[in-house]
């Protein structure tokens, strides 16, 4: 099996446990797809209820965008809306998972619903629905089928030597640590990993690979004009960061069944490392030891 995904076990190696994340694990993704499903149904209500029957708007906009025959006036509105929303969204999404790629993945959306409009004016709706919408709810079904791929595509092993993460979606990474080189362990449990017992085991390494950093900027700035040539300035600015456990969904045990018991397993194999090379100098002090013995009866 692990040759299947792209590791191979040592001399002597047995597989302890293989972990999958837990369902729920990845309900942060879930959620963004959802919420690409509501918004496609609140935006239908305001284009319906605010947008497409506002004669009064319509004509507002008639005047304003009098240079863009090509697309009807309520699409146009109904993009503006889209794009500014996608974008917050993204922005706000993307601060929070730390990620640039939620920012990404919503300019996207704007921009195939954009094309959609321009390229392809007729029908204005399908199924009482505008087509740029349609690019929401595809992108909702798509969304959820492509995090459960990518869910299902980690994989973690833990065996007598060492933790073994791997990611199968697209391309394949794979993390190797051993349990001696194992500096800290850290849990995450939220609010539903502890209702439903699951939650992110991250490994740091001596190294301190597995540590992110939680940073806070601040500046001050002032202007002066100096005569009649040129203005002088003065910035002060600083920074404060404070390091903390944080990887990758692949470079960590994330979202795990029973974290504690994984915890447990993982903090077994490292008392066993640690004694090893005690044991081992006992084992050869007592070889020693025989031999010296066999000589002396000799």
Do not use: C
């Amino acid at each position: 099996m692990s040759k299947d995904y792209g590791f191979d076990l040592l001399k002597d190696e047995k597989l302890d446990v293989l972990i999958r994340p837990h369902p729920l694990s990845f309900m942060r993704y879930y959620a963004t797809s959802i919420y690409l499903l509501l918004l496609t149904i609140a935006l239908n209500e305001v284009y319906r209820t605010y947008i497409k029957s506002n004669q009064a708007l319509l004509d507002f906009l008639k005047n304003l965008f009098a240079i863009i025959p090509w697309i009807r006036l309520e699409s146009l509105l109904l993009l503006l809306i889209l794009w500014a929303i996608l974008v917050l969204s993204g922005l706000i999404i993307g601060v929070l998972w730390v990620s640039k790629m939620p920012l990404i993945y919503m300019v996207l959306i704007g921009v195939a619903g954009t094309i959609l409009e321009i390229y392809f004016p007729e029908p204005p709706e399908i199924l009482s629905l505008p087509k740029p919408l349609w690019v929401l709810i595809i992108s909702f079904i798509v969304g959820f089928l492509l995090v459960e791929a990518y869910r299902r595509g980690h994989r973690y092993f833990l065996t007598n030597y060492r933790i073994v993460t791997v990611k199968r979606f697209i391309t394949r990474e794979v993390r190797e640590i051993m349990y001696d080189k194992i500096a800290d362990i850290y849990i995450d449990q939220g609010l539903l990993g502890r209702i439903f017992n699951y939650g992110t085991i991250i490994p740091v390494s001596e190294s301190g690979f597995g540590l992110g950093e939680d940073a806070a900027l601040a500046s001050l700035s002032a202007a002066a004009p100096i005569g009649k040539k040129g203005v002088m300035g003065v910035s002060v600015g600083g920074k404060r960061g404070v390091s903390r456990p944080r990887a990758a969904t692949y470079f960590s045990l994330y979202g795990v069944p029973d974290p504690r018991r994984i915890r447990g397993i993982i903090g077994e194999r490292q008392l066993e490392f640690k004694e090893a090379p005690i044991l081992r100098r006992i084992e050869d002090l007592l070889r020693e030891e025989k031999k010296s013995k066999e000589k002396e009866g000799g």
